[in-house]
């Protein structure tokens, strides 16, 4: 048994690219724990079916989210990285946590309120409503201490917090309780186009997708939205375009951010701009998209790296979920 902490992260197959949020936010954060914790990654692909989708896009985003994250520096060797659904136990467990979570817990957690008001009643599936208790299963199947996530995850990682403690207490100590482990600096890369949302791929103008073409990212920098003032001047009350600009070079290129801004002091918002498109390219985009393409050329291998991941997962998820039917009372 290793003595290191155990960490669990996830990410949905829901887009043809990862966007440099995800990359700042997340991947950067997985990659570095490789090396000082028990690192388990996932595909989770059960959480990308809550809306409509089309089976071949979906198969084929899992196949590219999968070669992503090694491109991002993920090492299958290092980490446990695999596919949600290859690993039944997780549906197997969000069904015993469904019943012990509250119907206005649930109906309490911030991103369904949004994303439901969004579609509406009837358009949305119980499948986002439960949503958050699936992620809870995913996290206590593996008895993570800690969860690598950007500051949208919050609330989620809360609500799983109170269902192990609850399971713990209504029944046998039997899970873990896991810790967020958010990264301030990198919790939250805006929007280029709206610096005060956050960078999403649900609105694709300020958003730089890795694998997109290099002029577009470019064209994407260029015309990020600053201010009508000319300073370049951290603050992220009066200056969120520029201070995101400042945010994702300093996090991609390790400069301090006051380091940054005294050589931008005589500099426009054009350089700003020039240099973060420049190095987004040239340090991130462009290496990840020729590991992708690299990867994806050899589906054999990639299926192989998929299926030992799932093996290595099913080992510590089945064993959790063993011990979760016995202190439930099921009969073995
Ligand atoms: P999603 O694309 O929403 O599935 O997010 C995958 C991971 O990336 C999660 O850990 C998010 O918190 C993180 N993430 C997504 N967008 C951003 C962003 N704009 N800034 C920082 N982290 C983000
Ligand atoms: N809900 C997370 C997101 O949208 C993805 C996710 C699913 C996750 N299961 C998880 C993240 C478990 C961390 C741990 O980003």
New binding site residues.
Partial sequence: MSSKKRVL?G??P?ADSF?I??Y???LKQWVQLQDTHDTFYSIVDLHAITGEHDPKVLHQRTLLAFAQVIAAGVDPEKSTLFVQSQVPEHAQLAWVLGCQTGFGEASRMTQFKDKSKKGGMDRTSVGLFTYPILQAADILLYQADQVP?????RQHLELTRDLAIRFNNNFTKTFTVPEPYIVKE?????DLQDPTA????SLPAGCVFLLDDEQIIMKKFKSAVTDSDREIKFDTELKPGVSNLLSIISLVSGADISELESEFSSKGYGDLKQRAGELVIESVARPFKSKVDELMKDKAQLNKLMNQGAQKAKQVAGETLRTVYQNLGFVS
Wanted: without cysteine.
């Fill in positions: 992260s990410i949905q829901t966007q949020g995800n700042l936010g997340a996530v950007g500051e949208d995850q990198s919790a939250k890369i805006l956050k960078m999403s791929k």
